[in-house]
């Protein structure tokens, strides 16, 4: 069975300092992997997604994530957050074929301070 | 394009009682899936479904079930609530639940048992 491990459960940064939210993974095969975003009372909405090829990501609202088989990791990244960042951030997996059957990780929640 | 709607947004019930929640997926999906989100256990996949059939179903009871309409509408229903039960739960909608698909999550239903 799948699993996803977001070690930090809670990180404060700086408004314009970079960003790195750490996701590893678990799963027999080339997983299909996602980040969502969710702010304070709204549903998730998601960032990007990876299946296969290019192992760095490009995704909404200037994050991006890179794939590395060998870490069995997809970290989130953006070089300058913004005070609108302030969220709760879940990384996902789900197994290629099949049906979707996402398996979230616990969260992230970021904190963005002045 | 309206987003994935779900009703009621709020709801309060006791102990013992039954609950059915609502979800109107984005027009043209036929995939709808159901996640519970707590605290504790984060979030947590409940059943799939496509055309009015149950695809997948996560690690839940029985007093769970859920079924889909000809229209794609959604409905779970939770029998012999417990306070445990107590979570946010959101519906999410995709063409056709493919894992590549991107799934458009609706505001949740925030379901208070006392």
């Known amino acids: 069975a799948q699993s996803v491990t977001q070690p930090d459960i809670h990180i404060t940064v700086s408004e314009g300092a970079s960003l790195e939210l750490r996701c590893n993974y678990s799963?027999?095969?080339?997983?299909?992997l996602f980040w969502y975003v969710q702010s304070p009372g709204q549903g998730l909405q998601l960032l990007l997604k990876y299946f296969s090829g290019d192992t760095l990501v490009q995704g909404i609202k200037g994050f991006e994530a890179e794939f590395k088989r060998s870490q069995s990791s997809f970290n989130l990244r953006k070089p300058s957050v913004h005070w609108s960042d302030a969220a709760e951030y879940f990384c996902a997996v789900a197994r290629s074929g099949g049906y979707q059957k996402v398996t979230f990780g616990t969260g992230t929640k970021l904190q963005v301070i002045p | 394009k309206a987003g994935v709607t779900q009703t009621p947004r709020y709801l309060i019930k006791t102990r013992g009682q039954q609950v059915t929640l609502s979800c109107s997926p984005i027009?043209?999906?036929?995939?709808v899936s159901w996640y519970q989100q707590t605290p504790g256990q984060g979030l947590q996949f409940l059943f799939e479904?496509?055309?009015?059939?149950?695809?997948n179903k996560g690690n839940f009871p029985g007093r769970f079930s859920g079924r889909q309409f000809s229209n794609s509408r959604s409905e779970m229903n939770v029998s012999t609530l417990e306070l445990g039960d107590s979570a946010l739960y959101l519906c999410a909608s995709s063409w056709t639940g493919t894992p590549q698909e991107t799934q458009y999550f609706g505001p949740g239903t925030r379901l208070l048992v006392l």
């Open positions: 799963y027999g095969a080339t997983p299909y």
């Open positions: 479904y496509f055309s009015e059939t149950q695809r």
């Open positions: 027009s043209g999906h036929r995939s």
